[in-house]
Each structure stands twice: as C-alpha cells, then as structure tokens.
C-alpha cells in the first residue's frame, strides 16, 4: 500500500507570526475578530510596501 499525498502550497507565515498569535487570541477568547483582521490587513500592507519600493527602484 502506498500513501499518497499532495502539497499545494504553503501558508504564508509573516515574520513574526503576528497573524497566529491574533488568531490563537481571536480563538481563546481574549480578542475580537476584528482585531485580527486588523493584524492580517496590517501584515499585508508591510509585505506590500517593500515590494512596491523594490519594483520602483528598478
């Protein structure tokens, strides 16, 4: 028998992981969901930025 599996891409994993721990926080009771779609706009924005700045100094 063999096992097969398949991977179709990885989750995105922001430096610090600010979006688990705003996720694990949602979950647990001890923030609002709206904070944490704050922090996952947040992260984005900053993945964003550097890029931006990168493609315009080419």
């Not at 610090?16 to 647990?28: G, Q, W």
């Not at 704050?38 to 550097?50: I, N």
Request: net charge neutral; glycine share 4%; charged share 35%.
């Amino acid at each position: 028998m063999s096992i097969q599996s398949e991977t179709l891409g990885y989750p995105r994993i922001d430096k610090n992981r600010e979006v688990k721990k705003a996720l694990l926080a949602n979950f647990s009771g001890k923030s609002e969901a709206e904070k944490r779609w704050e922090t996952v706009d947040d992260v984005q924005v900053a993945k964003v930025l550097p890029e931006e700045a990168n493609a315009t100094a080419k």
